[in-house]
């Protein structure tokens, strides 16, 4: 009977063992702080791959996507835009070249000027005729004239080479000008675009001398009529003339008919045709 008895208390001091080492080992309520950690991460990281997929879907959405961008580009190379047409009716309207009053007066050396005004009568016979059309000239530029003989013959007319048939007169400076400038209103301050050269030089016809202005009629004399030829240059034309170390003139430097007309619309308010 006493040994029976003695089995209980066996059993009894095993439990309570148990529940010391429990109590005493930490590493249970570790391990379960632990566990709770993991499953609160392995929930939030499928939210947060979720977010960052709308991310990027909603990026691709708001960015043009490739194809978009090339079917863009054939439809403007198709299709051309306003701005090209515009280009296009540009170069194709005549462009009309500002007045470079700014460069001639910030540099002098640009600015056009006339070099001499040439008037020639030519009435293709000697004589009487001629002596008619040198007094008439002189008077008109109180300057005497010099004599043009004929290069060849020509039966037709009645000219012979070596006959002179023709006067002229070369006009320079003041003279020029104030010359020039009655011519033109013979003409009623008109010329035509065709008049001009490509080096801005230009010529026009009288019909009759008694259209310039302070000219009057004498029967003596009769109506002659005459040619205008006017060259125009620029400061440094010449070294092309000169006899020594004779050089040309650069590009940059020569005079256009642009230029040329801006010139004689400013100067002598004539109207181009």
């Known amino acids: ?16 063992e148990k529940k010391v080492a429990k109590a005493k080992d930490p590493t249970a309520a570790d391990q379960k702080a632990v566990a709770d950690e993991k499953t609160a991460k392995t929930k939030a990281q499928p939210a947060e791959k979720k977010s960052v997929a709308k991310k990027q879907v909603d990026e691709k959405a708001a960015e043009p996507s490739v194809s978009s961008v090339k079917e863009k580009k054939v439809a403007e190379a198709k299709a051309p835009s306003a701005k090209k047409k515009s280009v296009d009716e540009e170069k194709a309207e005549p462009k009309v070249a500002e007045p470079p009053h700014v460069e001639w007066t910030k540099n002098p050396m640009l600015k ?4 001499k005004v040439t008037v020639n009568m030519s009435v293709e016979q000697s004589g009487r005729p001629l002596e008619q059309a040198s007094t008439v000239l002189q008077q008109l530029t109180d300057q005497k004239p010099s004599r043009r003989k004929a290069k060849k013959t020509i ?14 007169v070369t006009l320079r400076k003041e003279k020029a000008d104030e010359f020039l400038r009655k011519a033109l209103q ?3 301050n008109k010329l035509s675009k065709y008049c001009f050269d490509r080096q801005g030089n230009f010529s026009f016809g009288i019909k009759d001398h008694i259209d310039i202005p302070g000219t009057k009629y004498m029967p003596e004399l009769g109506i002659q009529g005459m040619d205008i030829s006017v060259s125009l240059g620029r400061a440094g034309y010449r070294v092309k003339r000169r006899h020594r170390v004779k050089s040309r003139i650069g590009k940059d430097h020569l005079l256009t008919v642009e230029e040329a007309i801006l010139f004689i619309k400013d100067e002598f308010d004539v109207e181009i045709i």
Do not use: D, L, Q, Y
Not at 1 to 16: L, W
Not at 112 to 115: F, Q
């Open 155 to 168: 039966r037709e007319f009645g000219v012979r080479k070596g006959e002179s048939i023709a006067c002229m």
């Open 1 to 16: 009977m006493a040994k029976e008895k003695a089995t209980p208390p066996v059993k009894k001091k095993v439990a309570t």
């Open 112 to 115: 056009p000027r006339i070099e």
């Open 186 to 188: 013979a003409v009623e």
